[in-house]
């Protein structure tokens, strides 16, 4: 049986390119049909932000691309509850459809897979 | 116990060295290495062209010897490559760049390779990222 993997993104979509990184080790995946799943901690739950306009950084929509999990099989999608609301992001305007767990929930999300991968 | 290892960090980081005293250990305590990946700033490591102080570790120079002596399976991600200036020839003469700076031992290929080694190893040990 395939391992699964859970890739922990932790990084804005401005910060360089960690959180495009942590995405394509996703959908990667996803295009092998491997059992993963995607979790947006700390910053990298501005990537779930709504409304942005990576253009004025000229920059590309990191946005639309993450629409593209759930098309490649990667349909656990997370995030941390304590991350959004550090940062005043209701769980109800996020722009993917993702699970709100709380910390007691993280640890359990996280001892569930076989292996894990932080950008 | 067979171990995949990717590297997220530059060369002049700590873990990055870690990484490599970690993958001597390992062969050392007879366990195997099914593949090193470097993704992220990792690709520096694999630069030929990082020149460090004369009494300083050269970890780029120690990563190579130590692939090379144990002929391990080391692959560097060619998008992440690509994107921090570490080219191979092949990918110098595509891009009409004017040097390359990716000797062998290294491969360049993709993010597959990563789930092929963590599919296939017991543990995947990660060094760096965030």
Known sequence: MAKSLLIISRQAPWAGPSAREALDIALAGGAFDLPLGMLFLDDGVFQLAPGQQPVQLQQKNLAANLQALPMFGVEELFAASSSLQERGLAADTLSLPVQVLDDAALAALIDRFDQVVTL | ?130
């Open chain 2, 1 to 130: 116990m067979k171990f995949a290892i990717a590297v997220f960090s530059p060369a002049h980081a700590p873990s990055s060295r870690r990484a490599l005293r970690f993958a001597q250990a390992a062969l050392a305590g007879g366990h195997e290495i099914v593949r090193l990946f470097f993704y992220q700033d990792g690709v520096h490591s694999a630069s030929g062209n990082v020149v460090a102080p004369q009494d300083e570790l050269d970890l780029p120079a120690e990563w190579r010897a130590f692939v090379s002596a144990q002929q391990l399976d080391a692959v560097v991600c060619i998008a992440a490559a690509l994107r921090r200036g570490v080219l191979n020839a092949e990918e110098a003469q595509r891009y009409q760049r004017p040097a390359a700076n990716l000797p062998p031992p290294w491969e360049l290929s993709g993010l597959g390779q990563l789930h092929e080694a963590a599919q296939g190893a017991d543990r995947l040990m990660c060094f760096g990222g965030d």
